[in-house]
C-alpha cells in the first residue's frame, strides 16, 4: 500500500504493480493535488547543483539518466504523454554579480565533470535570442532537460490502473496499524473528516509512506525512522505564448532567482519561490512581483506572455534537504520522502529503489546515504 498519490507515489506504485504485487494508493484529494501538481518539471541535476551536496548529485544524475527510458516506457504503456524534453538548460547571468556567482558554480561543474560549457553574452544570445543584451554570461549545461508534472502524474495513475493497481481518493491515512512488531495497514479516515472520526483498517502487508510534506505529520510520523519533513513553499506563474508571438526560449532558463520553462504548446512556467512559511499556500504579491521581475532581467519578452494563473505549493525537505527513501524501523514500512526540489527528477529512481526493496533485490547504490534511518534518533525540522 502507498501513502499518497503524487508523482513519488504513483510511480512506486506503477513499478510495484508491474512487478506483480498487489497495490492501493491512497491519496486525500486527487493524484498529484500536492506538490507534484504544482512542480514545474526541471529534469536539470547540472543547473541545480549545489557546493557540498556531490552525494545528492550522483543521485540526481543517475536519475535524470533514467528519464528517457522511463518516460518511453510510460508512453508506451499509457498513450498518454509525459511533456519529457532534452531541451538543455542555460543558467544565464543578468549581471556582473550574477557572472561572479555563476563562474564559480561552473567552476564546480567543470571540476565534477559535467560537462557545462561558459557562454560569453553573445554566444547565449546566439543559442536564446531573446536574452537580454544586458546579460554577463551564461552556462550551457545541454544534459538537463524538462518534463510536465501535471502529464506524468495522468500517465502514471492510469499506469497503475492498467498494471493493476487500485487507487483511492478522498481519504486520509491517521495512522498504522503494527502487530507482533510489524506493519498489518493503514488507518483512514474520509479526508477532511473531524478529529476522532471512527477509522477504517485498510489491510496491507507493507506501507509506503510517499505523502510528500504531510509524511511525518501526526501518527503516521511516530515511526522511530520517520524523516522529520518540513514544508518549503514554492509559487509559479502560469503564462502562455500568445497567438502568432515567438516562444521565449527553446531550453531551460535559469538564473539565480528564477527559471522558466517553455512547454512545446506554448504554456510556459515560471517559478519559484522558496520560502518557509509552514503549510501556507497562498499566493502572494510579493511571489508573483519577484518571479516576474526575476525573468523580465534576462529575458524581456516574458513581460509580453498572457498571464494565465499563479499556484503555490510545500515541498517535502528533510533537515539536510536529500531525500529519505528506504525502511522504516517497524517491519514492513517504508519511506519515500524528503524529495524538496528534486521530486520529479527522482521518481523513477525512488520507484525502482523501491520496487527492488520490496522484490528483495538491492536497491540503486547512489540511494545508500539517503535512508531515513538517518534521521533515527531525533533531529528537529
Ligand atoms: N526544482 C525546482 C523547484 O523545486 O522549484
Not at 54 to 75: Q, S
Not at 178 to 191: D, K, L
Not at 198 to 217: C, K, M, N, Q
Request: hydrophobic share 45%; charged share 20%.
Amino acid at each position: 500500500m502507498v501513502v499518497g498519490g503524487g508523482a513519488i507515489g504513483l510511480a512506486c506504485a506503477w513499478r510495484c504493480a508491474q512487478a506483480g504485487m498487489s497495490v492501493l494508493v491512497l491519496e486525500r484529494e486527487a493524484p498529484g493535488a500536492g506538490a507534484s501538481g504544482v512542480a514545474a518539471g526541471m529534469l536539470a541535476p547540472v543547473t541545480e547543483a549545489s557546493f557540498g551536496e556531490e552525494a545528492l548529485l550522483a543521485l540526481n544524475l543517475e536519475a535524470r539518466a533514467a528519464w528517457p527510458g522511463f518516460a518511453a516506457e510510460l508512453e508506451e504503456a499509457t498513450a498518454l504523454p509525459t511533456g519529457y524534453l532534452d531541451s538543455g538548460a542555460l543558467v544565464v547571468a543578468a549581471d556582473r554579480d550574477d557572472a561572479e556567482e555563476l563562474r564559480r558554480l561552473h567552476a564546480f561543474q567543470v571540476e565534477l565533470g559535467l560537462g557545462a560549457e561558459w557562454l560569453t553574452p553573445s554566444a547565449a544570445r546566439e543559442r536564446e535570442p531573446a536574452l537580454s543584451p544586458r546579460i554577463a554570461g551564461a552556462i550551457h549545461a545541454p544534459q538537463d532537460g524538462q518534463a510536465d508534472p501535471r502529464a506524468v502524474v495522468r500517465a502514471l495513475a492510469a499506469g497503475l490502473v492498467a498494471a493493476g493497481g487500485e487507487l483511492r481518493t478522498g481519504v486520509e491515512a491517521v495512522g498504522l496499524e503494527t502487530a507482533g512488531g510489524r506493519v498489518g495497514g493503514v488507518q483512514v479516515v474520509p479526508a477532511g473528516a473531524a478529529d476522532g472520526a471512527e477509522r477504517e483498517v485498510v489491510p496491507a502487508t507493507s506501507v509506503l509512506i510517499a505523502a510528500g510534506a504531510w509524511s511525518s505529520a501526526g501518527e503516521i510520523g511516530s515511526d522511530p525512522f520517520a524523516p522529520p519533513v518540513r514544508p518549503v513553499k514554492g509559487q509559479l506563474l502560469d503564462l502562455r505564448v500568445r497567438p502568432g508571438r515567438r516562444p521565449p526560449a527553446r531550453h531551460l532558463i535559469r538564473t539565480p532567482r528564477c527559471y522558466l520553462l517553455t512547454r512545446p504548446d506554448g504554456q510556459v512556467v515560471l517559478g519559484a519561490t522558496q520560502e518557509e512559511q509552514g503549510f501556507d499556500r497562498t499566493v502572494t504579491a510579493d511571489g508573483v512581483y519577484r518571479l516576474l521581475e526575476a525573468a523580465w532581467e534576462v529575458l524581456p519578452d516574458a513581460g509580453e506572455l498572457e498571464l494565465v494563473g499563479a499556484r503555490a505549493g510545500l515541498r517535502p525537505a528533510t533537515p539536510d534537504n536529500a531525500p529519505a527513501v528506504g525502511a522504516g524501523d517497524v517491519e514492513g514500512l517504508l519511506w519515500a520522502t524528503g524529495h524538496h526540489r528534486n521530486g520529479i527528477v527522482l521518481a523513477p529512481l525512488t520507484a525502482a529503489a523501491i520496487a527492488a526493496r520490496l522484490s528483495g533485490r538491492e536497491p540503486p547504490a547512489a540511494f545508500a546515504p539517503f535512508g531515513p534511518d538517518r534521521f533515527a534518533g531525533g533531529v528537529a525540522a
